[in-house]
């Protein structure tokens, strides 16, 4: 039988703002001493009173902008009341009705998929537990940090695609500059709500948290696609309950059966006023997937190789070299190509300025050069700070060093006796020999590497 698996995630990504959502404490959780960023604000005390962290506003209605989202015009504010330690207030004041961010969309590689809304809220501390489970110890420095909480529509029917949404979303927080969005950090945490069924209509769902990393989120839904199919073709139902990742065991366990939002009983936070907000019309945005589509049109049609250098950040130098010199010489087309390839086994590549990028890349083409010398003249040109012009004459002789090699091999068959031998001296000698008959132009490395080679 056909079973269709359905998919909706919930992502929650720390905001990295200087202070904390809703008080002037550090936004700092991974370096301060455990408790010490904190206030009466942070702990909830009578008579303290939360005021609205302005930078944490704009980092969302950046973000629902890039996603071309509905930005709400006003903030409201909610309480979701619950017991967990961890929530030093006994309630986490979090955005109901009305949140941020509604609708907007991600493109990958041509396909959209759809979020529901985005709201803005409050992290909790964090909990430890001693290894001898005998007590805990809790760390308030995390409570209070701004929480963007992204609903999306359940778009997702591989656990492959949801895996690739997540890692689309660490891209574009990178690139707005709105959060690392590191996984084994917990700056950005995965949740997803599963269902299958035969037909149109969605099976009950289950909703699986404390996924913790991008491999997790495909296993973890794979995991539950396999297991609901079980379930499912004994002839019996799905329990509609909220279960946990269990990483080291690779299954998911249950935790709770899913409490309904009427538990949270949610109401309008009273210490908040309503704020207005007005977005101007923002700069474009360069989303990940659309520097990966002009790549494209560059001539990187690769879409792996597109995909790795827009996530190293490298998009900007290539937009400059094909700005500043491809237009100019449209027979080069396949420089920013080229550049792609060069970036990859030597990522200095990218320093270069224009001009040596260029000339590296013509030189290369033309000598043929192995990897090894492209990178070598990399690091030479920039430790020295010379023009690549200046720097591979040097290299440019070396294209005979395959030659010298076989002469002072057959010049030297002792030595070569020897290192084959073992003896590790004669081959610092050969390296030697090889060095004088270029007469101290070659490169040791391209050499030592070489004549490695040659003697196998
Ligand atoms: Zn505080
Ligand atoms: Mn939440």
């Known amino acids: 039988m056909n079973w269709k698996l ?28 455990p408790n010490t960023n904190v206030c009466p604000v942070c702990y909830g005390l009578p008579g303290a009173l939360p005021l609205l962290n302005k930078e ?7 973000f629902g902008q890039a996603l071309k989202a509905e930005v709400a015009t006003e903030s409201f504010w909610a309480r979701k009341n619950y017991f967990y330690p961890d929530l030093p207030k006994g309630y986490q004041i979090s955005q109901s009705t009305q949140p941020l961010v509604v609708r907007g969309q991600v493109t990958i590689d041509g ?32 409570a209070g940090v701004p929480l963007l909480e992204i609903v999306t529509e359940p778009d997702f029917h591989s656990a492959s695609s949801a895996k690739r949404f997540c890692q689309e979303l660490q891209r574009i927080m990178r690139s707005l500059k709105i959060s690392a969005a590191d996984m084994e950090k917990g700056l950005m945490r995965c949740e997803a709500n599963i269902s299958v069924s035969q037909t149109d209509e969605k099976g009950t769902k289950v909703e699986v948290k404390n996924i ?43 935790m709770r059966t899913k409490e309904t939002s009427a538990d949270y009983r949610y109401f309008p936070e009273p210490d908040l006023p309503t704020v207005s907000i007005s977005v101007g019309r923002s700069a474009a945005h360069a989303m990940p997937e659309d520097q990966r589509q002009q790549l494209i049109l560059w001539g990187v049609t690769d879409t792996e190789l597109a995909r790795t250098i827009v996530d190293r950040g490298y998009f900007d130098e ?28 030597e990522p200095k590549f990218m320093a270069l300025s224009v001009e040596d990028k260029v000339a590296l890349l013509q030189l290369s083409t033309e000598h043929g050069w192995a990897k090894e010398t492209v990178a070598a003249i990399i690091q030479k040109a920039l430790a020295e700070k010379k023009s690549v012009a200046e720097i591979a004459p040097e290299f440019i002789h070396g294209e005979d060093l395959g030659e010298v ?7 030297h068959a002792a030595a070569v006796a020897d290192f084959k031998a073992g003896k590790e001296a004669s081959f610092n000698f050969l390296v030697g020999q090889v060095m004088a008959k270029t007469q101290g132009r070659a490169n040791i490395n391209t050499v030592r590497t070489e004549l490695q080679k040659a003697l196998q």
Not at 56 to 62: P, S
């Open 6 to 33: 359905t998919v909706g995630m919930e992502i929650h990504v720390e905001l990295e703002t200087k202070t904390k959502m809703f008080c002037g404490c550090p936004n700092d959780p991974f370096h301060a001493a």
């Open 56 to 62: 944490a506003v704009m980092m969302v209605t950046r």
């Open 111 to 142: 396909v959209d998929y759809h979020l529901h809304h985005a709201h803005l809220e409050e992290d909790a501390g964090k909990l430890m537990h001693a290894s001898d489970k005998t007590h805990s110890f809790v760390n308030y420095n995390r």
């Open 212 to 254: 913790n990393s991008f491999r997790a989120v495909e296993k973890a839904i794979q995991y539950e696609f396999e297991r609901q199919t079980k379930v499912l073709e004994a002839g019996e139902m799905i329990e509609h309950e909220t279960r946990t990742w269990n990483d080291p065991e690779s299954k998911t366990v249950v």
């Open 318 to 345: 290539l937009k400059e070299l094909y700005h500043i010199y491809v237009i100019k010489h449209p027979q080069e087309k396949k420089l920013v190509l080229a550049a792609a390839h060069t970036s990859l086994f």
């Open 405 to 411: 090699i076989q002469e002072v091999i057959s010049a």
